[in-house]
């Protein structure tokens, strides 16, 4: 068997169909025991150990290193920076796609953020290298480090996210808000955000020649491929990577990311196998981040409380060297219905890493302005928060006009307020208290995310002893992926799951896509669902033209595959076994490939979106402003389910996210240095199970017949995308006070408060 292949199935499987079991997860047990194998785990014969020098300054250049001394050291092996380090065949400054963004490779000894790799010290031992890298003691000639959101001069960027317009307006704002019986304005300010998966980025690498091998955790094996090929001059196929599982990647393992490369640089210069992680705090830089908004938000509503216009305006941060906007206002375009929308945006340039995918990217911080804006306007109107939303229900997609594929948006407030009992909530703030004298506020947020699909390939064969084989080069980062995947792999084969061997995370196999953008299970799975139907198609064609099978002459009426038999369409009762038909026609096994890919002619005819609605309790202390989420429940929508137990995982992630983005999470910036003053688990604040305690995911059934043929959209990020929206309003109907700055901490209550 492969190295990359699972083959067991919970005891509990039942036999039919396996779509739609919530089976527990096939590399479970691997990963309980310690057995599953993170890319830190590897350590081939003879590997150094490789760790990087990073500036402690965000602008400026590297005046002197004190190299002489790091070699010095017991140990160490070799010193890399930019006077020596290895030729690559690609300027890292170089993009050729919106998907590629400048890396820091030593290219020379400018510094463009805190944290930025400025050196690599590879020794005999992590400590050695460790220690080494110390000995460097860096000195800087340093400019002023910009890192606010007020630092430099804004200006439109030419586009926000991937190649979205910067502004979009439908109908007449301004008509729209001088007609309007009610108005509000607000502006709303969210922090950055750092990525900090459980598995920090690391790289296990070497060279044979020309033929590189790593082990590194991501979420785009073909693109990794791709990129590394083209900055050392390879062909992809030179390349092997293996990322069989991932310790969490939330947008930041998408792209191969300088660190990694540098590893490989290392292992070039060193001639041997080299092991380079990432220390937390290296997190706080060069891979990526969520950069800081200030959003403004104007509505306007009639006297019967239907908006008449919404205007959302965004400003962000970006890098002084790279390009990525965080499309925060494009939030505004899909939930609620009104004659006119805009949205816009404009950024800075400030002296930090560049800011890239982060879970959610744009309706995460978006959505929590937004959502805090509709309550805004509720209470203007004098309206229930949840009425006031179903009174602006979208039936289309406003900002298009385009019908939805599907939306049970109202099935998810029915069922999502009836849990949690929102019909005794009491329409005015602070009348509410618990037994212990907290104040009580309940708040409603709606979630929404795009049905995206990428391209992706699968490889299926069916074996002459009844088995099946299922290649795809997909990636688990956590969400299950190995599970759901294997069961639509299982579906597609017409064979129970345990008689399917399922290979992947290795980029020799066919590439599954990108996981990102919630798309993965939808990419990949209809990738594999394809491959499935060929190589079924196949089989049936053998069959169906040997006089000797009973299913001779059934190509018109076709045939059905189920528990490793073809069946008549047309007579069940005249079948045959997969392996009948292969051992009579000479083969050992039988091949098919499948591709998934979105439908441009549906695309451009529906709007696709999952929808959500969260509900939330929280709970203040009147005289100290201390908040404690008591309850959260989320009711969503998102087509067909694969495994339920791993989709209720994911939407209550995402709603933990949510909770951490309206009451805990935000990078500190010190604004002389430029250095982030919280770059560790410590003091940069995430929930622990303290702090959500009773967290519940409804799934609301439906069926979209338009997204793609199995009717599968994403869950890995609409959960966040609503939470954080229904907590702060939550906070607001404990307190009376809006706090527009999140997260929402005490001191930011208080202050409003006063």
Known sequence: MPEFALTQAPAHVRHGSNIGQPLTRREGVLKVTGAARYAADNHPPGMLYAVMAVSSIARGRVAFLDVAAAKAHPGVVEVMTPANRPALAQDPDAKTNPFMFRLDLLQNDRVRYANQPIAVVTAETLEAATEGAALLSPRYETDPARVELDSTESFVPPGVGVGNPAEIHRGDVEAGLAAASKQIEATYETAPQYHNPMEPHAIVAAWDGDTLSIDTPSQGLAMAQGRLAGLFGISPEKIHIRSPFLGGGFGCKGLIAGPQVLGIMAARM????????LRREEMFGPVGHRAPTRQTLR??????GKLTAIDHHAKTTSSTFDDFFEPAADASHTLYASPAIATSHEAVRVDTGTPLFMRAPGEATGSIALESAIDEMAQACGMDPLTFRLKNYAEVEPISGKPFSSKALRDCYTQGAERFGWQRRPLAPRQMRDRDGLLVGW????????????????????????????????????????TALAQIAADGLGLDIEEVEFRSGTSDLPDAGIAGGSAHTATAGMAIHNAGADVIARLADLATNDDRSPLFGAGNAGVVARGGRLFRRDDESRSESYADILGRAGLAEIEGQGTGAANPAAQSTYAMHAHGAVFAEVKVDPDLGQMRVGRVVGAFA???????????????????????????ERAVMDQRSGRPMNPNLAEYHIPVNADVPSLEAILVEERDPYVNALGIKGVGEIGITGTAGAVANAVWHATGVRVREFPITLDRLIEAQS
């Open 270 to 277: 060193a001639g041997k196998p080299v092991k380079l992680v």
């Open 443 to 482: 708040g409603v947020g709606t979630a929404t995310f795009p049905a995206l699909m990428f391209e992706g390939h699968a490889k299926a064969a069916l074996r002459r002893d009844g088995s099946g084989v299922m290649e795809i080069g997909a990636h688990d980062m956590g969400q299950g992926a190995w």
């Open 638 to 664: 998102a087509g067909r389910i694969i495994n339920p137990r791993m989709v209720r995982s994911q939407l209550c992630g995402g709603m933990i996210w949510g909770v951490s983005f309206a009451l805990h």
């Open 299 to 304: 509505m306007g509503a009639d006297s019967d």
